[in-house]
């Protein structure tokens, strides 16, 4: 488990919301077309009976059917699973709509996956004097505009135990978990039924003689200390008892990098493209190296008579990814041509092209930690095999570039690959990468 290198920060009073989307991509499936409403569905990544279901109903898992299973084999427990091929598009769309009916009642939201986001109130404990009330709010907002999407709402004084108590209550849960009710809940539960414990952890615990989560809040810090082999058992022990060392902000403030473009490479707007490219991916090697994504993208066009083209560009899902980076900018770029009715903003009149990203979130918080469902990620792995397997080798990139099992699928069509070339072992690299960089601070 990762160690969080930053201050552990002790804010008594906190207020934590978790918002976990209930069978999100199955429900949004069932948002979209109501004959599949009450029905079990199974997401798939492609059709066919070996495909692995990404997501399942309400109504599949009542039958046994469980992310991961094949088709082939949720017909055996479920012989009228509907099988539906995922929209991740779709998925992302509504989840920027959720985004922003979360941001109406807190500024500080993090999407924590496409269907998971916490909204730290701390700061609103003046604003609001009932987080339940709000909680209901959210839901009857996110109902009012998707009738049929439902969510868990866990709500604490830290982040783990807002998450935990969204796993307490599916689906359309909605539960608070305070020092009078903690042990209460967490009675009922196993240790693997906490978010971050999984079966090594089990073990280690268990060879120490904690069996329960229970025991494990009621165990002192050194003994935690000693089954996790140091910090982590500080880090579990503060959980328990309310402490937040599951939030915390990157130090670096930008990343930027530009060039000054020669002559051969002006006139050809494919040499410009792949040295967006090459920006890009500069900017994602730095991020995977600082173990960051960005939330906000900027791109600056200069020209030789002095002017300038700008985007900004805000992001609601974390990107590190350099060719979905590259896709936001071109974008940005065609509506300003679209809306400008020019033919297109690189011209042979470009000197320089710079992008810079920011708003930076911890990579831990958002693939490794404690939020990410150990089994979610077992899941894009086998999937990515499976793509490995039926597309071309390379065709799927490293397994950090995907964050959730939805955008997998659109890694098949991630830029354009023409613009790269292959090296001598066929990985795709792109040739400007090679050449010196002139990056500089914005
Ligand atoms: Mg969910």
Not at 102 to 123: G, Q
Not at 339 to 360: E, M
Request: glycine share 4%; net charge positive; with cysteine.
């Amino acid at each position: 488990m990762a160690v969080n290198s930053n201050s552990i920060s002790v804010k008594h009073n906190s207020i934590v919301m978790y918002v976990d989307m209930n069978s999100y991509f199955a429900s949004c499936e069932q948002q979209r077309h109501p004959h599949l409403r009450n029905k079990p569905v199974g997401v798939l990544t492609y059709d066919s009976p070996n495909a692995s279901v990404i997501a399942a109903s309400i109504e599949a898992k009542r039958m046994g059917v469980k992310t991961g299973m094949r088709l082939y084999d949720c017909k055996l427990v479920c012989p009228d699973i509907i099988p539906v091929t995922t929209h991740p598009a779709r998925y992302r769309q509504i989840h920027v709509e959720i985004m922003a009916i979360l941001r109406t009642y807190c500024d500080d939201v993090i999407a924590k996956s496409i269907d998971e986001a916490l909204m730290n109130f701390t700061s609103y404990r003046l604003v609001y004097n009932d987080f339940t009330e709000i909680a209901r709010k959210i839901k009857a907002d996110i109902t009012a505009k998707y009738d049929y999407l439902k969510c868990s709402i866990g709500i604490a004084p830290n982040a783990f135990l807002a998450k935990l108590a969204t796993e307490l209550q599916k689906p359309d849960g909605l539960i608070e978990i305070t020092p009078d009710n903690i042990d209460g809940h967490l009675a009922k539960l196993k240790l693997t039924d906490l978010p971050g414990i999984a079966s090594a952890n089990e073990r280690r615990l268990q060879m120490i003689g904690i069996k329960s989560p229970l025991e494990m809040r009621h165990s002192s810090e050194a003994l935690l200390r000693k089954a996790f082999g140091g910090i982590v058992g500080n880090y579990w022990h503060k959980r328990l008892h309310f402490m937040e060392v599951d939030i915390y902000s990157n130090p670096f403030k930008t990343m930027s990098a530009a060039r000054t473009l020669s002559k051969p490479i002006r006139e050809s707007k494919q040499a410009m493209d792949s040295m967006l490219i090459a920006l890009c991916m500069r900017l994602e090697q730095r991020m995977v190296k600082n173990k960051v994504f960005c939330k906000e993208i900027h791109c600056t066009i200069r020209y030789f008579d002095g002017n300038r083209w700008e985007a900004k560009i805000k992001l609601a899902d974390p990107v590190q990814d350099g060719m979905h980076m590259r896709r936001y900018i071109l974008e940005k770029m065609t509506d300003h041509e679209r809306s400008h009715q020019i033919t297109t903003l690189l011209t042979d009149k470009v000197q320089n092209l710079g992008v810079t990203v920011l708003s930076f979130v911890d990579e831990k918080l958002l693939q490794y930690g404690l939020f990410d469902n150990q089994m979610k990620q077992d899941v894009v792995r086998k999937v990515m095999y499976e793509m490995k397997d039926k597309y071309r080798k390379n065709i799927v990139r490293k397994g950090s570039e995907i964050l959730v099992p939805g955008i997998l699928k659109d890694a098949i069509g991630f830029g354009s690959v023409k613009d790269m070339s292959p090296d001598s072992d066929g990985a795709v690299v792109n040739k400007f990468m090679l050449e010196e960089d002139d990056d500089y601070e914005m």
